[in-house]
């Protein structure tokens, strides 16, 4: 279905204006002279709503009148305070113009010129909005292996782009882990105590062993005390019993006196010193017992501590390993959740009517290569099939500044317009007056 003629009354620059469109039709002048009132008239004719600037200035009433190819009418009537539309087939006015209206069109939304000039974000938007795609999200879920919910406004492609790059991330954190841990182990094994070497004996054995060398020594000790204590004390009495019988014999046997108590005291010193000998003696021979035992403990002790050490890092890295193989299994089932999403997309994708379109990181992809990098043809062929899913049953698309295309654009974009089943308004500023061109 196309339009076979159009009639413009009095709606902003147009005072009034008929003509006769074919397949391409060029709306060409200098600036304000009405190219986009055109435009904007065709769009106001198939849009909702009431909007008194569309009125020209001075006018009381405009009017835009779009007759279909099959006889259909499609009017509209705008006031200051009021637009009315009117769907009129076969001479009779249909009973709910709006709907009659929708089923033909989406109000022409698509402007091919602004989706190729547009911020990669908003081409996005054009084109998930063009291309509804029913979304399983239990199968999602499944195949990733991560709850999904999706916000019946979100598109498919959104979604399986969202839980991507939530799987993509989880998997990410997970390979991190894994070298950490790995890293960790070989530390581990690296700082890691040697195995101790065997040491004869038993700690206990040995502790009794020592015990009684000491109980020896203090024996010993203890009797060379009690000895001298005995020898000091009959000294003590020999001495005074000497003193007593000298006491009559003091001036007689003085000197004898003297050297006896002299020889007593030399006596005593010899005892003393031979005393010290042996208790030095005692604490010697316990020395010698006592060494090669302490050591033989110590020895067991800071081998058992070690085996202790080993033993608690041997179990340590027994658990990391456990932990990182366990780190593995999941990065190789995100790895697998990945792949699975990437493949439901595609078979999403592959159901499009535009084949070998998807979405990823922000920007639209054709077979893999990013739009920007498309050649003309390629992003021109894009658009108008976006155009044209839009366009609706009446496949009218109305395109405004086309001279802000390159040439190569332009050229391309018109081809397609010829070669496609759609009907093409376009406007373009040229130094010529006014004029409507079609063919």
């Given at each position: 279905?196309?339009?076979?003629?159009?009639?413009?009354?009095?709606?902003?620059?147009?005072?009034?204006?008929?003509?006769?469109?074919?397949?391409?039709?060029?709306?060409?002048?200098?600036?304000?002279?009405?190219?986009?009132?055109?435009?904007?008239?065709?769009?106001?004719?198939?849009?909702?709503?009431?909007?008194?600037?569309?009125?020209?200035?001075?006018?009381?009433?405009?009017?835009?009148?779009?007759?279909?190819?099959?006889?259909?009418?499609?009017?509209?009537?705008?006031?200051?305070?009021?637009?009315?539309?009117?769907?009129?087939?076969?001479?009779?006015?249909?009973?709910?113009?709006?709907?009659?209206?929708?089923?033909?069109?989406?109000?022409?939304?698509?402007?091919?010129?602004?989706?190729?000039?547009?911020?990669?974000?908003?081409?996005?938007?054009?084109?998930?909005?063009?291309?509804?795609?029913?979304?399983?999200?239990?199968?999602?879920?499944?195949?990733?292996?991560?709850?999904?919910?999706?916000?019946?406004?979100?598109?498919?492609?959104?979604?399986?782009?969202?839980?991507?790059?939530?799987?993509?991330?989880?998997?990410?954190?997970?390979?991190?882990?894994?070298?950490?841990?790995?890293?960790?182990?070989?530390?581990?094994?690296?700082?890691?105590?040697?195995?101790?070497?065997?040491?004869?004996?038993?700690?206990?054995?040995?502790?009794?062993?020592?015990?009684?060398?000491?109980?020896?020594?203090?024996?010993?000790?203890?009797?060379?005390?009690?000895?001298?204590?005995?020898?000091?004390?009959?000294?003590?009495?020999?001495?005074?019993?000497?003193?007593?019988?000298?006491?009559?014999?003091?001036?007689?046997?003085?000197?004898?006196?003297?050297?006896?108590?002299?020889?007593?005291?030399?006596?005593?010193?010899?005892?003393?010193?031979?005393?010290?000998?042996?208790?030095?003696?005692?604490?010697?021979?316990?020395?010698?017992?006592?060494?090669?035992?302490?050591?033989?403990?110590?020895?067991?002790?800071?081998?058992?501590?070690?085996?202790?050490?080993?033993?608690?890092?041997?179990?340590?890295?027994?658990t990391m390993e456990t932990e990182l193989a366990e780190l593995k299994q999941d990065a190789e089932r995100q790895t697998a959740a990945l792949d699975g999403i990437d493949k439901y997309k595609h078979e999403l994708l592959n159901s499009l009517p535009i084949p070998g379109l998807?979405?990823?990181?922000?920007?639209?992809?054709?077979?893999?290569?990013?739009?920007?990098?498309?050649?003309?043809?390629?992003?021109v062929g894009i658009a108008f099939e976006i155009a044209k899913i839009r366009a609706g049953e009446l496949r009218a698309v109305c395109l405004d500044g086309m001279e802000l295309l390159d040439t190569d654009s332009l050229e391309e974009l018109r081809k397609q317009a010829e070669?496609?089943?759609?009907?093409?308004?376009?406007?373009?500023?040229?130094?010529?007056?006014?004029?409507?061109?079609?063919?």
């Open positions: 279905m196309k339009i076979s003629h159009i009639r413009i009354s009095n709606i902003l620059g147009i005072d009034h204006l008929e003509f006769s469109p074919e397949g391409f039709t060029q709306i060409t002048g200098p600036n304000g002279q009405g190219k986009t009132s055109v435009l904007e008239a065709i769009k106001a004719a198939t849009g909702q709503g009431h909007d008194a600037t569309l009125l020209r200035k001075g006018a009381e009433k405009g009017e835009v009148v779009l007759v279909l190819d099959d006889g259909t009418e499609i009017q509209q009537r705008v006031t200051a305070t009021r637009t009315t539309r009117d769907v009129v087939r076969d001479g009779k006015k249909v009973p709910k113009p709006g709907d009659a209206i929708r089923a033909l069109t989406d109000a022409l939304a698509v402007n091919p010129v602004e989706f190729l000039t547009a911020r990669p974000k908003d081409r996005v938007q054009v084109l998930l909005d063009s291309m509804p795609i029913e979304l399983d999200t239990q199968k999602l879920s499944t195949i990733s292996g991560v709850p999904v919910s999706a916000h019946p406004s979100t598109h498919a492609l959104a979604v399986i782009e969202h839980v991507r790059q939530q799987v993509y991330d989880d998997r990410t954190g997970t390979n991190r882990a894994v070298k950490e841990k790995d890293a960790t182990i070989n530390q581990l094994r690296l700082a890691m105590p040697a195995a101790p070497g065997g040491v004869e004996g038993d700690e206990d054995s040995l502790r009794a062993q020592l015990e009684q060398a000491r109980v020896t020594r203090d024996t010993e000790q203890a009797r060379i005390d009690t000895k001298l204590a005995s020898i000091r004390a009959d000294s003590v009495a020999r001495t005074q019993t000497l003193k007593d019988e000298a006491r009559a014999k003091i001036e007689a046997i003085q000197a004898e006196l003297a050297t006896a108590i002299e020889a007593e005291r030399t006596t005593l010193a010899d005892t003393e010193a031979k005393a010290s000998r042996v208790r030095s003696k005692a604490g010697q021979t316990y020395q010698d017992a006592a060494t090669p035992l302490e050591a033989a403990i110590a020895a067991i002790v800071a081998n058992r501590d070690a085996a202790a050490r080993r033993r608690a890092t041997l179990d340590t890295i027994q998807e979405v990823r990181d922000g920007e639209i992809y054709r077979d893999g290569i990013p739009f920007d990098r498309l050649n003309t043809a390629q992003r070669a496609g089943d759609v009907q093409v308004f376009l406007t373009r500023v040229t130094g010529k007056e006014f004029s409507v061109e079609t063919k």
